[in-house]
């Protein structure tokens, strides 16, 4: 049923979308040779992961900027094709166990493999020792919906126990939240935000595969070992300790806690927070270390209107050398996010041999630290380069397709602003059908850098081909996709497989968002975000400012 849904939909959009287009695009020569030469160095192990702090970010900055310097891509920071980013790295070393006590009894939960935890404070020993253990639902507070699951309750001091996603995801019910689109309250950040900004010393979140989207394996590789975070001089309030229990662990805290059902409790409105009647005690030794990472930032400048700009993103960073699987411990990160820088460098070469060049300026953003929480992005929207309101959009590549071309364009975020028009046009011309995220419940639209351009106003484009292969159908591709997420994603098994990777997918795309960017760049109008979107307010704030 679900794919007919989408069928459906997606011929809508093809037959309703009609093309504003005014300029003539030209056919540009973006190739899989050029694809798998980058590729190729890129997810090397030579390349040690791309994680930033480490000599991986050495030779992977300093690649990017001899790439652009070849094209003939100017810099994009005055003379430099670097932003330095402030980072302080944290390497915490968890205590054995998590130790909780209730009415005699004491309960032992071994670390990695039941419960994860981490600190974000720059202290070298944090911990929470007998804190009290809350359960508070979702952990969310979101006046709109009416909805509050700290009401009443003085968590200072405490531990909050919350639920991974948010109450509509499996619900049923459209109207709860965004019913199976998962909004921005169920995301692990947001939870941990709130959970500060009420005072708690720790927050525990429940780990379920289906409503997080990825499995436990990547709670451990991604919430262990060294973690960066921006260097701010002044920090807001952090959770002493912060982390996520397997929902095994979690059933046998409830029952301890004599609560049942705890997961169909908390969706209801109705619901309120509750002291489980236990106390938790683990900590976390901190190595730390301060340093400058750097985004990557190139542009090609505009002829007519160079003080307007569309932003390309995509983050050159992965996970570096990790805990080995299956003998391996580089993880190379080849389809997270060897493919989108790639198709970025093509993309930017492109540009700089078009013989007459776009009138708006186009900004060729590599960030750094994704993967560590979308910090330089963030870094980026609270330090432009380039104003908000006179930067026209954003264009994102993160994970673009190694099968092979697509029959689809999956737009994540569809409906929030009229780039999706300029999308369609492209695929329509591709011979392709535009579809939403078919699987809105893991939060994609929050887990890319489009969300801190997003953050601050400005319209943003994430899409790719994802959902349905043109030679082999929709089964093939979503083989591909779960295989991908339980073997691969965040695993040392992400690597390029040249045998086995067919790049015309991403040659696809990639022409497809230069053909986008294109478009924009030789424009006067700048697209909006669609009534209802949460980011519109912001951006016709700023966009008022620039008009006086």
Same mark, same amino acid.
């Given at each position: 049923?679900?794919?007919?849904?989408?069928?459906?939909?997606?011929?809508?959009?093809?037959?309703?979308?009609?093309?504003?287009?005014?300029?003539?695009?030209?056919?540009?020569?973006?190739?899989?040779? +050029?694809?798998? @030469?980058?590729?190729? #160095?890129?997810?090397?192990?030579?390349?040690?992961?791309?994680?930033?702090? &480490?000599?991986?970010?050495?030779? +992977?900055?300093?690649?990017?900027?001899?790439?652009?310097? &070849?094209? $003939?891509?100017?810099?994009?920071?005055?003379?430099?094709?670097?932003?330095?980013?402030?980072?302080?790295?944290?390497?915490?070393?968890?205590?054995?166990?998590?130790?909780?006590?209730?009415?005699?009894?004491?309960?032992?939960?071994? !670390?990695?493999?039941?419960?994860?935890?981490?600190?974000?404070?720059?202290?070298?020993?944090?911990? #929470?020792?007998?804190?009290?253990?809350?359960?508070?639902?979702?952990?969310?507070?979101?006046?709109?919906?009416?909805?509050?699951?700290?009401?009443?309750?003085?968590?200072?001091?405490?531990? =909050?126990?919350?639920?991974?996603?948010?109450?509509?995801?499996?619900?049923?019910?459209?109207?709860?939240?965004?019913?199976?689109?998962?909004?921005?309250? $169920?995301?692990?950040?947001?939870?941990?935000?709130?959970?500060?900004?009420?005072?708690?010393?720790? =927050?525990?979140?429940?780990?379920?595969?289906?409503?997080?989207?990825?499995?436990?394996?990547?709670?451990?590789?991604?919430?262990?070992?060294?973690?960066?975070?921006?260097?701010?001089?002044?920090?807001?309030?952090?959770?002493?300790?912060?982390?996520?229990?397997?929902?095994?662990?979690?059933?046998?805290?409830?029952?301890?806690? $004599?609560?049942?059902?705890?997961?169909?409790?908390?969706?209801?409105?109705?619901?309120k927070p509750v002291s489980m009647g236990l106390t938790a005690s683990v900590g976390v030794k901190n190595a730390i270390k301060k340093d400058m990472s750097r985004n990557v930032i190139g542009m090609v400048e505009g002829t007519e209107r160079p003080d307007e700009y569309i932003i390309y993103s995509a983050h050159w960073d992965h996970l570096g050398v990790g805990a080995p699987i299956d003998g391996d411990s580089i993880y190379n990160g080849a389809h997270d996010n060897a493919t989108g820088i790639t198709g970025m460098l093509g993309i930017a070469e492109a540009f700089a041999k078009l013989e007459t060049k776009p009138e708006r300026s186009v900004v060729?953003?590599?960030?750094?630290?994704? /993967?560590?929480?979308?910090?330089?992005?963030?870094?980026?929207?609270?330090?432009?380069?380039?104003?908000?309101?006179? !930067?026209?959009?954003? #264009?994102?590549?993160?994970?673009?397709?190694?099968?092979?071309?697509?029959?689809?364009?999956?737009?994540?975020?569809? $409906?929030?602003?009229?780039?999706?028009?300029?999308?369609?046009? /492209?695929?329509?011309?591709?011979?392709?059908?535009?579809?939403?995220?078919?699987?809105?419940?893991?939060?994609?639209?929050?887990?890319?850098?489009?969300?801190?351009?997003?953050?601050?106003?400005?319209?943003?484009?994430?899409?790719?081909?994802?959902?349905?292969?043109? /030679?082999?159908?929709?089964?093939?591709?979503?083989?591909?996709?779960?295989?991908?997420?339980?073997?691969?994603?965040?695993?040392?098994?992400?690597?390029?497989?040249? /045998?086995?990777?067919?790049?015309?997918?991403?040659?696809?795309?990639?022409?497809?968002?230069?053909?986008?960017?294109?478009? #924009?760049?030789?424009?006067?109008?700048?697209?909006?975000?669609?009534?209802?979107?949460?980011?519109?307010?912001?951006?016709?704030?700023?966009?008022?400012? @620039?008009?006086?």
């Open positions: 049923m679900k794919n007919i849904t989408l069928g459906l939909f997606a011929i809508l959009v093809l037959v309703g979308c009609q093309s504003q287009e005014t300029t003539e695009i030209p056919e540009v020569n973006i190739d899989t040779l +050029t694809m798998d @030469r980058h590729l190729s #160095i890129l997810a090397s192990d030579d390349f040690m992961g791309r994680k930033p702090f &480490t000599e991986g970010e050495e030779k +992977t900055i300093y690649y990017l900027e001899s790439e652009l310097k &070849t094209m $003939g891509v100017k810099p994009g920071n005055g003379d430099s094709y670097f932003q330095e980013v402030p980072l302080v790295e944290i390497t915490g070393t968890q205590s054995d166990v998590m130790t909780v006590k209730g009415s005699g009894n004491t309960l032992e939960f071994e !670390t990695g493999n039941s419960v994860v935890v981490y600190t974000e404070r720059v202290e070298e020993d944090v911990s #929470i020792k007998d804190s009290e253990l809350v359960y508070a639902g979702f952990g969310i507070v979101a006046p709109e919906y009416g909805w509050n699951d700290y009401e009443g309750l003085d968590v200072k001091g405490k531990t =909050v126990v919350v639920l991974v996603n948010d109450p509509g995801f499996g619900s049923g019910d459209s109207t709860l939240f965004k019913g199976d689109q998962m909004t921005y309250y $169920g995301r692990w950040t947001y939870k941990y935000e709130e959970a500060a900004r009420q005072g708690a010393a720790g =927050v525990l979140i429940v780990h379920e595969t289906v409503p997080a989207g990825y499995p436990w394996l990547v709670v451990e590789s991604s919430w262990t070992g060294a973690k960066l975070n921006l260097d701010d001089a002044n920090p807001p309030y952090k959770c002493a300790i912060q982390g996520w229990i397997t929902r095994n662990t979690a059933v046998a805290l409830f029952r301890e806690a $004599g609560i049942k059902d705890y997961s169909d409790l908390a969706k209801s409105k109705d619901f060729f953003l590599f960030v750094t630290a994704e /993967e560590q929480g979308l910090l330089g992005s963030a870094y980026y929207g609270q330090n432009p380069i380039f104003p908000p309101n006179q !930067t026209v959009a954003n #264009i994102n590549m993160d994970g673009l397709p190694a099968y092979g071309e697509m029959k689809d364009l999956t737009i994540t975020g569809y $409906g929030q602003s009229e780039l999706d028009k300029y999308a369609a046009a /492209e695929a329509k011309k591709q011979g392709r059908y535009v579809i939403p995220d078919p699987d809105p419940g893991k939060g994609y639209f929050f887990r890319s850098d489009h969300f801190n351009f997003a953050k601050v106003g400005i319209p943003a484009l994430y899409a790719s081909g994802s959902f349905e292969s043109m /030679e082999k159908g929709v089964e093939f591709t979503d083989k591909k996709t779960q295989e991908y997420l339980a073997i691969r994603y965040h695993q040392p098994q992400d690597n390029y497989i040249p /045998e086995e990777w067919d790049l015309k997918g991403i040659v696809q795309d990639a022409k497809l968002l230069f053909n986008v960017g294109y478009r #924009i760049a030789n424009e006067t109008y700048f697209p909006q975000w669609n009534e209802g979107s949460e980011f519109k307010a912001k951006r016709d704030a700023d966009m008022s400012l @620039r008009k006086r």
